[in-house]
């Protein structure tokens, strides 16, 4: 009977040992699961690297203001602190030495400190496009694809409206219109982004609501919002997932692109994009000043789409058994 | 024959499916009727619209393009219900306005009767009014109707255990999804029982601690001997002086709950009483908005936890009814885990957990091997005896059908063309494509040794098309005994034995004890 079942009463006051050699039993399918799941990523190489990658920038990212040797907006004079703008004559374009790492910008900023500040930005604007162009796709997918008819219909073709036009013009329009804003970029890409995610899910959906367990879930009363919530919704998500990995990457990417047309963040904002669009004809005499945040944006997206690759693998239920 | 009590009762049911190419007339108005207790085969091959019928008696057609163009599906109507509905069906026959108004009236004179008054009267308009509006009627329900009704009183089985669960859920998970959907009360009180006792606890101060005692592990008493080998340390409670298990907190005796000591006991007695308070709004009624909310926010997981162990345990006992070996460790594994007869197992907990009175089971064990299958077969006998229960049971193997069913229907092309007895069908058969299923079925023994260079009788054609199906008795181009009077009427369903139902023109003669 229910009420004398061990786990109604867990045990209490038992050794930290005792209670993991419970969990352990009573969690079997879940620790094999997990383990197998990493056993998966990790024979890759390549995931591995890119988990890596990922892992020191967003550590960088937080640790920025800890490790970076000058502040990203001052200027360095002769050993004294300047505040960047207007930009100064005398320090600028130094190449890369024991103080300055990375040598200094026209402005006479510490590259090193720039870079290391520019993955927070990258990482914020990565954040805040992904994750809501995901949420408002994953929505407008599953119901597009679960109710179908009108709605689906509705829904599909401003999806297609939003798809026609190239990602890059609409976002530049958004910018333009609002004004150059680390924020503004990520509206701009939020309205450009989730058209891929409405449809990644309409499909996803469109396959999985005719599967017999959703059938089952009706036949023992479950209603539409349960079945769309419960069994729907998570059995699409893993492509989500993945996508949504590299798509870190690519609006890293995008952002990076944003900036260098002069559309993304003010102009004094450590970020990569900006970084390379206010360097660039310098680039003839100053290499350093356009490579390295150039580098931070490849090892940046390649880390992303390496681990998307990775996460794929462990998600794929053909790849798994 | 005596009139027993009839569960579920399909009437002239047509369900056609409008699609592009034309009207698909997957069922013609079909009769069956179910009795409680009973199992009732439908049999047919492929595209006969077996599987059409129970999924419209499930509710669960596709609409559009399917549509229940007439017909009424009924489930446990009462006999007086039915006999007022033959009666008003024949009276009001083309006229719905009279019809409207008749209910009227009779609303208006239910109303103005007293309450607790000529219940007797009451009763009499209640059910005239049941039968006016068709109240057992499974299709005039709406949508949430429905869905109470799923899973709590009818329930399906599906052909394949291997994609009826889903893989991103545990056995657990889904056997107490029907639980949590239609019993959300049931778990409220389990919940509650064990909230009132460590309430009392509380309340009294009483917590109870554990003491060191020493036991005779043979009898489980105290005893002072303690050089015996026999004699073993174990916890007792203190307030009954029960042996209380190695690492428990709360006493199997009395139910107390051991106090860990770490939280003040007002501020533990202020959560008691919120989750008390919670549990009873739950268990009266599972829709409260209070309720609702606190299940919806994140800070009540505490008091969710109750209930998922709750229901967890639940799951865990419906697997243990399906017999399933080691159901403990079964409701946290994830389906791919399991064989395909466990599988099946865990849909028969997860449909039978809420004990319905209807099982529609859909091929059930088409998808195992025999072994299993005589398994499962025999499980759902079982449960069916012990729970009185109904089983309506579709499967193309005749096999199946002699080991488990009472009475037999044979379906043909979106008609039944036969329905008997499993032993009638089985020794008489009279329609003749029962009695050619019936010879199409490979023999096995040693009578048969001599036969086996033989070619196995097979029917000639196919199942017709349902977009162009063939004028009259859809059988007849595939009939060894048609008549030119076939291709031109549809026969009905007549009883041409006693319980013994045909529809053909030309049914095949009764012979003494005559098998095919």
């Known amino acids: 009977m229910a009420s004398d079942h061990p786990e109604l009463y867990p045990p209490e006051k038992r050794s930290p040992r005792e209670k993991y050699e419970d969990f352990k039993v009573r969690h079997d399918s879940f620790i094999r699961e997990t383990k197998y799941s990493i056993y998966l990523f990790r024979k890759s190489l390549l995931s591995l690297f890119g988990f890596g990658v990922i892992l020191a920038v967003v550590i960088i990212a937080f640790l ?53 500040y520019g993955a927070g930005k990258a990482l914020y604007v990565g954040i805040l496009v992904v994750a809501p162009a995901a949420l408002i796709g994953v929505f407008l997918g599953a119901i597009a694809g679960y109710f179908g008819r009108v709605s689906g219909e509705v829904i599909m073709r401003v999806t297609d409206v939003f798809l026609s036009i190239p990602s890059l013009v609409l976002a530049m329009v958004v910018v333009a219109a609002l004004g150059p804003s680390i924020t503004h970029i990520t509206y701009a890409m939020i309205i450009t982004w989730w058209p891929w995610y409405t449809r990644l899910v309409y499909g996803q959906v469109l396959s999985i609501r005719e599967k017999q367990y959703i059938e089952a879930s009706r036949s023992v009363g479950a209603g539409p919002g349960r079945i769309l919530y419960k069994h729907v919704i998570k059995n699409s998500l893993s492509p ?29 904002t450590a970020e990569w994009g900006i970084m390379i669009s206010q360097n660039q004809s310098y680039f003839s005499q100053a290499w350093w000043t356009v490579v390295f945040p150039g580098l931070a944006i490849v090892f940046t997206v390649l880390g992303f789409n390496l681990l998307g690759d990775g996460i794929r693998d462990v998600l794929d239920p053909k790849l798994r058994r | 024959m005596p009139e027993e009590e009839v569960l579920l009762r399909v009437e002239d049911l047509k369900t056609y499916f409008h699609t592009y190419e034309g009207v698909v007339k997957a069922l013609e108005g079909i009769n069956i009727d179910v009795r409680r207790g009973e199992t009732m085969g439908l049999v047919g091959e492929t595209g006969c619209g077996k599987s059409v019928s129970a999924l419209t008696v499930m509710g669960l057609i596709p609409i559009p393009p399917g549509k229940v163009e007439s017909g009424h599906i ?21 006229s719905p306005k009279d019809r409207e108004k008749e209910i009227d009236s009779l609303r208006k004179k239910l109303d103005s009767l007293k309450e607790g008054q000529q219940s007797e009267d009451a009763k009499d308009i209640g059910e005239r009014l049941a039968a006016l509006t068709y109240t057992y009627d499974l299709l005039t ?16 089985i599906f052909q394949e255990p291997m994609t009826a669960l889903n893989p991103a859920y545990t056995i657990g998970d889904q056997v107490g999804e029907t639980i949590e959907l239609h019993q959300m009360e049931k778990l409220a009180d389990d919940v509650l029982k064990q ?32 050089n015996s080998t026999h004699t073993a340390k174990k916890d007792v409670c203190s307030l009954c002086g029960t042996v209380v298990r190695t690492g428990w907190n709360a006493c199997t005796g009395c139910g107390v709950r051991f106090s860990s000591g770490v939280v003040p006991i007002p501020i533990r007695r202020a959560f008691q009483r919120i989750a008390l308070s919670y549990y009873t709004r739950l268990k009266e009624n599972r829709y409260n908005t209070w309720a609702y909310l606190v299940r919806s926010n994140p800070i009540s997981v505490r008091m969710e936890r109750r209930l998922s162990l709750a229901k967890l345990i639940r799951a865990e006992e419906a697997l243990r009814e399906v017999k399933i070996a080691e159901p403990s460790r079964i409701v946290r594994s994830y389906p791919f885990e399991l064989s395909g007869g466990m599988r099946q197992r865990a849909m ?31 499980l759902m006998k079982e449960m069916q005896r012990a729970r009185d229960m109904s089983i309506l049971l ?78 009259g008795c859809r059988f007849h181009p595939r009939c060894e005994r048609a008549l030119e009077k076939c291709s031109k009427e549809v026969p009905s369903l007549v009883e041409l034995a006693p319980g013994h139902f045909v529809s053909c023109h030309n049914p095949v003669p009764m012979t003494k004890g005559g098998s095919p």
């Open chain 2, 141 to 156: 329900k709406s949508p949430e109707e429905l869905n109470e009704i799923r899973g709590d009183r009818i329930s399906m």
């Open chain 2, 394 to 471: 579709i499967t193309h193997d005749l096999g199946v059908i002699a080991e488990t069913c009472h009475r037999v229907a044979v379906m043909y092309a979106g008609y039944i063309v036969e329905l008997s007895t499993t032993e009638e069908i089985f020794a008489q058969p009279m329609h003749p494509y029962t009695h050619a299923l019936l010879r199409s079925i490979p023999k096995i023994g040693p009578k048969y040794i001599n036969d086996r260079k033989k070619p196995l009788y097979v029917i000639p054609g196919v199942v017709p098309n349902l977009l162009k199906p063939p004028s």
């Open chain 1, 64 to 116: 920025a203001p800890f490790i970076a040797p000058y502040h990203p907006n001052y200027t360095n004079v002769n050993g004294q602190n300047q505040e960047f703008w207007p930009p100064q004559t005398t320090g600028t374009l130094q190449p890369p030495s024991g103080n300055h790492w990375f040598g200094t910008d026209f402005g006479g900023r510490d590259m090193y400190s720039m870079v290391l």
């Open chain 1, 240 to 268: 989500v997932i993945v996508q949504a990995t590299s798509d870190f990457g690519y609006v890293v990417l995008a952002a990076a692109a944003l900036g260098w047309l002069g559309l993304g963040a003010p102009r004094d």
């Open chain 2, 195 to 226: 909230l009132d006792l460590e309430t009392k606890a509380l309340v009294q101060k009483k917590l109870a601690n554990k003491k060191v005692r020493a036991i005779d592990t043979r009898t489980g008493l105290p005893t002072s001997d303690l």
């Open chain 2, 348 to 378: 028969i907990a997860m449909m039978m957990a809420c004990k319905p009175d209807l099982l529609i089971a859909d091929e059930p064990t088409t998808a195992l091997d025999v072994t299993v299958e005589a398994q499962i077969l025999s």
């Open chain 2, 74 to 94: 009924l489930l446990g109507e009462p006999s007086s219900v039915r006999a007022f509905r033959l009666e008003y069906d024949e009276k009001f026959k083309g």
